[in-house]
Every structure is written in C-alpha cells, then in structure tokens.
C-alpha cells in the first residue's frame, strides 16, 4: 500500500474511532441520569415508609432511593436540599419504630464539593473529540495547507521536470531567434548594460492552441539554465478577495529572490481580460489581480532579471495596459507551422518511432496543412498505436493515412449497418464532391473519397494541397463554394430527392459567402467596406450594447448578395456535373462496391484509365459495355 493510501486509510479507522466513542459517551452519560420529577412524588415514599435506604449527594441534588419491596435503586434530583432534609430529619426514628424487624440500612449524605468541576468533563471530552475530527478531514482533504497558503503562488516543483531546449522545438525558426536574445541577456547580462541596453520586461506569445507556446517558454528557460516559475492564469483567480493579488505579489518575491528568473504565465487572459468587462457594480476579484500584475511588471518597484513569458489565444481581449512597452515589450506570433516547418516538427516526434521505407515525411507535411505541432505529435502517436495493433514492429504509410483520416474526421466506423439506399445516397454524395473539385482550376487534388463513416460523417472527400498559400483569391474562394455544393447538386440530379447529408455543407459554404461579402470586400455591388465586427465571437464586457454599423437596408442587400453568390455557385456546379454525368454514375457506382478511393485511382478513373475486374451483371460492368458500343457505333 503506498503512503498516500496508507494515511487515508489510517485517518478513515480513526474517523470510525473517535465516531463510536462519541456515541458511547452520550449513551453513558443519558443511561445513568437521574430523572428529574415533582417534589411530592419523591417525600411520598418517605410518608408511605417504602424507603430502605437512601443516600443523597448535596453537591448536585440527586438522591438514590432503596425502596422495600423492589432490587432496583431509582435515581431522583431534588430540587430543594435544605427542605428535603428538613422533612426527612425525624424518618430513620418513625420507619424503626414502625419496622422494628427491618431496620433503615444506611442513612448517609455524602458531601462533593467539586461537582462543578466534574460537569464539565463531558462538555471538554465533546469538544476535543469535535476538534480532532475537523483536524483529521483538514488533514484527509488537504485543506490544512490551503488555509493557511491562501496567499502563496501555486507554484510546481520544477526540480524533477524534463528540461526543454530550443532543440526540441522544431518549425518556429524565426519565433526561436526572437527569444535568443531573452536567453543571451539572461546569461549575459553586464553586456547589455554597458552598452545602455535594456531587455524586454515581458513577452507575450500569441498563437492558436497546439502551436507550441508553452514549449518555447521552457525552451527559454532550459537554454538559460535559471529559475522557472510556471503558473496558470486561472491559478491567480479565487472565491475570496484579495487571495489573486496577493499570489502576484508572492510569485514576483519568489522570482526575485532566485533572480535571474523566468515567470510564465499560461493562459494570462484568464486574468488579464479587458477591465471594465463587468455589467454590474460589484467588485471583481480578477480586475484587481490584474491591477496588481501591472504593478509588479512596471511600477515604482523594479524587477531586474525577472522575465515575464505570457501565452494566450485571444489577444483582442487584454488589457491595453497590460500590453504596452515596459510590460509586454515584445509580442511574437506563434502561428500554424508551414510545409518546411510540418516536416521538421514530424522528425522531432518521429525519432523514437521506427519508420518503414515508405513512409516519406515531406508528403505527410503536405497533406497535414493546418496541423499545429500537437496536432503532429498525435498523428505519429496514432499511426505508432496502429502499427502496434497490427503487430508491426515499424509504421507504414498505410498507418499514416489512417491516422490522418482518424485525426481529422475520426475512425472508420465499418461495424455500422448501412442501407444500400443510404449508401448509394453517400457515394452520389461524396462523388459530386470530387468531380466538382477536379473540374475546378484553383481546388486542390483530391486525395481520397469514401462512403465508410468517420465520426458524424457519412462519408469524405479529402483533397491535399500542393503548397501553402498565404491569400486566398476571390476566385479560389468562389470555387470552394462550387465544391462545397457538389453534393447536394448531385443528389438533385441523380437522385429522387434530396436529403440532409449537406447541411455542413450548406453551413460552410454561406459562412464563406457571408466573409466574402462583409469581410474580404469581394462583392463588387457592396463595394471594399467591412461590414460588422471583424471578430465572430463576443467579449460581453466589451461588446455589449454595441450595435451593428450597417442600417437594416444594407443589412437586406448584404443577405440578398450572399445568396446571389450560393446560387450562382450551384448553377456553376450543375453544369459541371451534368457535363461529366457518366464519370459521375461511374465513382459512384465504384464506391458502392469498393468503399473507397485514393487519387492515383480517380485521376486514372477520370481519365479512363482505371482497370478493375468487376462481374459481368455488375452494373459497372453494364454502363463500361454500353459505352463501349456507343464509342463504336459512332466510330
């Protein structure tokens, strides 16, 4: 049994303990207590002569009565001593007389003059019994330390961490150059001195999650070899007031007394919102932690050779004060890796991961546009428990392309039954997709199309880029809408009826529609002008009560424009599909049977080029013949 578990158990037993012994002393205490009742019934068994024996204590009262004709002794408290003893004075003489044969036993007061003193045991044995249980569910908990450390920064022992240097970090050249010089002057220090050089006070890593912030700020510390002091924002912010503001002040003592030394505070907008974002007028804890963290950064006290390192996700809604120069002097973007920097992020994580021949890293960071580094990381982690699974002792390429597919839309669901309605529905589906993306100059090749589900999706087209382009053109965005409804238009036109297998679809292609037209000034009937705020999400504190800059005029012309785009986007598509409808009946038919396609096939199946061994009554098999004949016929 481990430490840990031997004290909780320890404590337990002796909760059960201290629990039994408390009710046997209320029992014991309750059992034995003499009843308290009316005077007349206790001297009526002195006039009735039933009395044997009695003995009375005149330091509490209780009186213990031997009565003739019973064994059991009845406890009574008197109410009146003085009284009681002047009407029973004369009882031993009449009870002899009357009972020569039995005469009165024993007739004895017995005197305790510290009986105040013993009716205080129980109430003491209570109470220390009640502060030895609070003790131990402290102790149980671990609420003991936080009680009185209310104040302290939560700070983790960094003693036994793994130390990180600018080697692990891969793909973030530029990011890695802007920080050599926090570790050079950390290092360094009189050189910049002497020179009149100052070192930025904090930096502030902004980038979307996965990206590597975190990773950085060891890096930064590991190559300096000092102090790191890492602690999250929402570390700072507690039920009781003022417990934010003193962690601030705790951390920076810390900081300074093993000066030089790295903070880092993760996730700062936790604590470092916009202030004023309150809508009522009570006070808020987390303005005044952030009031105290602008004190510490920059105020009347220095903090020399104590860096600040601050990562977030959403810059827009920080405080200005918190990010002008002599706090955050230098901010630096730590965006999405780009091709060069996705295949350097794959050889760090893959260099305890065996690879086989076939696995070649630069067409993985092509087809992984978007991936942040964590994103990287769990791709080999998936493709390394694939192999495993399979009891491979290295990863093939066949393992990359399925954690690929399973990172972006999850894991083949091949257990589900599905109709063959609904599975022709997907293939039409999931072909219109591809033919559209084919026919389209600016969309990229496709890479694979399946009916097999994957999380909440019936089916996918995935496309691989070729390369990363920084702009996106007004006609590439336009043709993504085309692509966008090239399953609907084909169940449209092949099908009965439609279905909601493109509500996604639909979604992704007016919210690009909607950014074209407010965003990126693309309708030439609008013109160049943004309308609305260029941020989707709302910050309550900021935005609220602003309203839109745009009248209700604009605002109809606005929805009349973004539908104008959606329907000459599927016209767009329905020409492209009714032109290749026999490549359409024919990818939807080859995935009905096989499920799935990858591009090297469907570039050869566009072109004519696909051999595959069908049966002759497979309806494949039937439109090929028939379109073999009609080549002849017109030959």
């Known amino acids: 049994m481990s430490p840990k578990k031997s004290k909780g158990f320890l404590a337990y037993i002796l909760f059960i303990v201290f629990i039994v012994l408390g009710i046997w002393f209320v029992a014991s205490q309750f059992s034995g207590k003499a009843k308290t009742t009316e005077y007349s019934e206790i001297i009526v068994h002195f006039d009735n002569y039933e009395v044997k024996s009695y003995t009375l204590d005149l330091g509490s009262g209780e009186l213990v009565l031997q009565l003739r004709d019973g064994n ?43 009986t105040w003193l013993l009716s205080l045991v129980p109430t003491l044995i209570m109470v220390i019994i009640a502060v030895v249980f609070i003790y131990m569910m402290m102790r149980q908990t671990g609420a003991g330390g936080k009680y009185n450390n209310f104040g302290k920064a939560n700070l983790k022992n960094q003693a036994n961490a793994r130390k990180a240097t600018f080697a692990d970090v891969a793909g973030a050249d530029e990011e890695k150059q802007e920080l050599e010089e926090i570790v050079d002057f950390l290092k360094h220090s009189n050189k910049y001195k002497e020179i009149g050089a100052k070192i930025p006070k904090g930096v502030l890593l902004v980038g979307p999650p996965g990206t590597g912030k975190t990773l950085l700020a060891r890096a930064v510390a590991g190559e300096a070899g000092c102090p790191f002091f890492p602690i999250s924002g929402s570390d700072f912010v507690e039920m009781f007031v003022g417990v934010g503001a003193s962690r601030v002040r705790d951390l920076f003592e810390q900081a300074k007394k093993h000066s030089p030394s790295i903070i880092f505070i993760d996730e700062i907008d936790a604590v470092g919102r916009h202030r004023g974002a309150g809508l009522g007028g009570g006070h808020d804890e987390r303005e005044q932690t952030l009031n105290q963290l602008l004190v510490e950064m920059d105020g009347f006290t220095g903090n020399e050779s104590v860096i600040v390192i601050a990562a977030t996700n959403r810059r827009d809604i920080l405080d200005p004060a918190l990010l002008r120069p002599g706090r955050f002097d230098r901010q630096i973007v730590v965006g999405y890796p780009d091709v060069k920097g996705r295949e350097e992020i794959l050889k760090v994580h893959s260099k305890n991961k065996p690879l086989a021949p076939d696995v070649d890293l630069k067409i993985i960071a092509k087809t992984t546009q978007g991936f942040t580094g964590a994103d990287l990381e ?53 072909a219109g997709h591809a033919i559209a993306a084919y026919n389209l100059k600016t969309q990229d090749k496709v890479h694979q199309v399946t009916v097999i589900q994957r999380g909440m999706a019936a089916g996918l087209t995935m496309t691989r880029p070729t390369n ?89 012309e606005i929805d009349a424009e973004i539908k104008n785009i959606i329907t000459n986007a599927y016209q767009e598509c329905e020409v492209i599909l009714t032109a290749n409808m026999d490549k359409l009946h024919e990818l939807a038919e080859y995935l009905i049977r096989y499920e799935k396609i990858d591009g090297d096939d469907f570039e050869k199946l566009m072109k004519g080029e696909l051999e595959y061994t069908l049966d002759d009554d497979d309806d494949i098999s039937v439109k090929k013949n028939l379109n073999s004949e009609e080549s002849e016929n017109n030959n």
């Open 72 to 114: 059991n002794k009845i406890r009574y408290n008197v109410p009146n001593i003085n009284i009681f003893l002047e009407d029973t004075k004369d009882y031993r003489k009449e009870y002899n007389a009357k009972y020569p044969d039995q005469p009165l036993e024993q007739d004895y007061y017995k005197i305790n003059d510290n």
């Open 378 to 430: 769990n791709l080999l982690n998936e493709a390394a428990l694939l192999a495993a699974r399979a009891n491979r002792r290295a990863i093939v390429e066949s393992d990359i392309e399925e954690a690929t597919l399973k990172v972006i839309a999850g894991p083949e669901k091949k257990s589900r039954v599905v109709t063959e309605r609904d599975k022709k529905i997907t293939a039409y589906h999931e």
């Open 468 to 556: 990363d382009n920084s702009h996106v053109s007004r006609t590439q965005m336009r043709e993504s809408i085309v692509m966008m409804l090239g399953g609907r238009c084909a169940e449209a036109l092949v099908l009965d009826d439609i279905c909601t297998g493109a509500s996604n679809d639909i979604e992704r292609a007016t919210a690009t529609a909607r950014n074209m037209v407010t965003k990126y000034g693309f309708s030439e009937k609008l013109g160049t002008v943004v309308y609305g705020s260029d941020n989707d999400e709302v910050f309550l504190g900021k935005d609220y009560g602003h309203t839109r800059n745009y009248s209700e005029a604009v605002a109809s």
